[in-house]
């Protein structure tokens, strides 16, 4: 079983890595086209973080999605940074902090994310949802409530889940803890890494250029 | 340097990074013209994107890497090349995109990418650069009926200026009404203007840009900055929000630096003559009128408010709202080039807009934009909902 996990890890860890370098190669090598561009303000630069941070520009195109999703983005991110402990041997004082709120994060990831697949097959009847975005939804509450199954109900050793999580990352393989549940989180955990959409770093920088163009539309004909 | 194999050549970084950005919402889907009197997800926003980077990564990516680069299906091409040309360019989607996705500049770029590989453009959109080339204007017709069908008399422009007039091919051409009314309100500011003979002015280049034909913009760009900058030109006019954008967004870029005059949209002018009083209005107009935002003027250049300016200025006028209206206003199908190739789906989208216009009971429907005015009066023949068109220009021009 364990080596069986540690092909998988080690196989998403490879897509994710190689997958990003490609995207990046592909990024820096495609400047073909003349294109406008310019000085950005400090102000709109400062906005652009208040829009990524609160997700404004989904908040004006669908109100209704909106709270699901932000609770969404912020949770995960608590969620994940909550699992770094697993990755250290000396934990700082802000991952231990991080480590106790995970736990509400979770449930609210779960919450968020129900309300968004509510509110797509539901409330918009899946009209404009693509089937990539609902699958990948579906995983991440799969992984959502299977950790939450593990941390409330089907407890797993967690020192023996660090240790394992460790010797995966030193190359020093071990067993896994003794418990049902846990494969399966982890599995579904390097899916998500593997599957994870790269928009997740694109998209700020879509965020920040789209104000900057805002700004430039404004003053293209007016002084 | 344009590589063979690449989907990314004709894009630049930001572009390549924006078709990465898409998250397949879907919230493009609610505000395309074409989805909605198609009704076909297939040449949706968002499915352009997510086959175009599919092209991208069978070539360039980790599978192109891994496995060779694989070749297209030339089917998919084809289909995506179709729904590439179908869309009406008007922007809304990039408009309404959570990460903002600068689709109104994407899209162009796409089709270049398509015209590259010999897929593109469509139909009566091939014919453009050899019209051009040939009669200097998109309709292929002779340059010497550029202005005299139109032309108001006692109109006298000047050799050189400081305020030149641009006038456009489908406002020349397929547009009288409103170019007329520009020369008026123009003459009746009392400053003087200049523009170029009727040979000289040629097209912008907007057609030749937004089918991914480019072979003939740098040519076409220096020509007309060279004349306007021979005529002392400080401040360039046009009507045509088409031809607007295409001078403040993509000439500096062909001509490989700053312009040296200002570019004006007509209305600009007009709410700036009235409101210091060089522009006098003698009558007004008694009745409801309803305005449509061009999309290259609203989510264009953002020219928004001038236009409401004008009408607010016409005593006895009183102004309504379509539902969406500035920067999230409904294409009226004229965009993109398509109207000429799409037309049941120009004529269909348009209606869309007459529909509205008519429940709000509007007694004119005004337009600034001369694509607007050509297609949304094809939409009208025929059409039980009956509501007079009317440029604002024309309007203006009418009370002066």
Redesign the interface.
């Given at each position: 079983m364990a080596i069986l996990l540690a092909i998988v890890a080690y196989a998403a860890l490879l897509?994710f890595y190689?997958?990003v370098t490609?995207?990046f190669l592909?990024?820096?090598?495609?400047?073909?086209?003349?294109?406008?561009?310019g000085k950005q303000s400090i102000s709109s630069i400062l906005l652009a973080i208040l829009?990524i941070f609160l997700?404004r520009?989904?908040f004006?195109?669908?109100p209704g999605i909106w709270p699901g999703s932000w609770v969404f983005h912020i949770s995960f991110i608590l969620v994940f940074l909550g699992h770094l402990r697993f990755f250290f041997y000396d934990v700082p004082r802000w991952m231990i902090v991080l480590a106790q709120i995970k736990p509400y994060a979770g449930v609210a990831l779960i919450a968020s994310l129900a309300y968004i697949l509510i509110y797509r097959l539901v409330w918009e009847r899946m009209?404009?949802?693509?089937i990539?975005?609902l699958m990948l939804t579906a995983t991440i509450l799969l992984l959502g409530l299977t950790g939450l199954f593990l941390a409330q109900y089907f407890r797993a050793d967690i020192t023996a889940a660090k240790n394992f999580m460790m010797g995966i990352f030193s190359f020093r393989i071990i067993a896994p803890p003794q418990n049902w549940l846990f494969p399966l989180h982890f599995l579904l955990a390097f899916v998500v890494l593997a599957f994870l959409?790269?928009?997740i770093f694109?998209?700020p920088?879509?965020?920040i250029?789209?104000?900057r163009?805002q700004e430039e539309?404004?003053g293209?004909?007016?002084d | 340097m344009i590589k063979k194999d690449s989907f990314t050549s004709c894009l630049s970084r930001q572009q390549v990074i924006e078709i990465d950005a898409c998250t397949q919402c879907g919230e493009c889907l609610k505000k395309c013209p074409v989805q909605d009197v198609t009704g076909d997800a297939s040449v949706s926003p968002r499915e352009k994107i997510r086959i175009f980077r599919e092209f991208i990564k069978s070539t360039q990516g980790l599978k192109g890497m891994l496995f060779g680069r694989r070749r297209v299906n030339q089917e998919l091409l084809e289909e995506f090349t179709k729904a590439i040309f179908e869309c009406t360019t008007c922007g809304a989607c990039g408009e309404v995109c959570p990460v903002g996705i600068y689709t109104q500049r994407l899209w162009p770029m796409l089709r270049r990418e398509m015209v590259r590989r010999g897929l593109g453009p469509i139909g009566p959109q091939k014919l453009i650069p050899g019209f051009v080339k040939e009669t200097g204007n998109v309709y292929d017709k002779p340059a010497s009926e550029r202005f005299s069908p139109w032309f108001p008399e006692g109109v006298e422009p000047v050799a050189k200026a400081k305020i030149a007039y641009y006038v456009g091919c489908t406002g020349a051409y397929e547009a009288h009404p409103m170019v007329r009314g520009d020369a008026l309100v123009l003459a009746a500011a009392g400053e003087p203007f200049t523009m170029l003979g009727a040979e000289e002015e040629v097209c912008c280049g907007f057609p030749l840009f937004i089918t991914g034909q480019f072979d003939l913009l740098e040519g076409l760009v220096k020509q007309l900055v060279s004349a306007y900058q021979d005529k002392g030109v400080e401040t360039l006019i046009c009507s045509c929000p088409c031809c607007v954008n295409m001078m403040a967004r993509e000439w500096p870029l062909f001509l490989g630096k700053e312009l040296p005059f200002r570019i004006r949209h007509m209305t600009q002018f007009a709410s700036r003559a009235l409101a210091e009083g060089t522009l006098k209005l003698k009558s007004g107009f008694n009745g409801k009128v309803i305005y449509h935002d061009p999309c290259y003027l609203s989510r264009g250049v953002g020219v928004i408010e001038e236009p409401r300016e004008v009408l607010r200025a016409i005593p006895g006028l009183k102004l309504l709202e379509f539902d969406r209206n500035r920067r999230d206003s409904r294409c009226c199908g004229a965009g993109g080039a398509a109207r000429k190739v799409f037309h049941e789906n120009a004529v269909a989208i348009g209606r869309l807009a007459i529909d509205e216009a008519w429940e709000k009971n509007a007694d004119r429907f005004i337009l600034s934009c001369p694509a607007c005015y050509s297609k949304v009066n094809e939409a009208m023949e025929g059409y039980e909902k009956q509501v007079r068109i009317t440029d604002i220009m024309e309007l203006l021009a009418g009370c002066l």
């Open positions: 897509v190689v997958g490609v995207r592909i990024y820096i090598r495609g400047d073909g086209s003349p294109a406008p561009g829009d997700l520009r989904l004006n195109a669908n009209k404009y949802s693509s990539y975005n959409p790269t928009h694109t998209a920088f879509t965020t250029e789209s104000r163009r539309t404004e293209l004909l007016h | -």
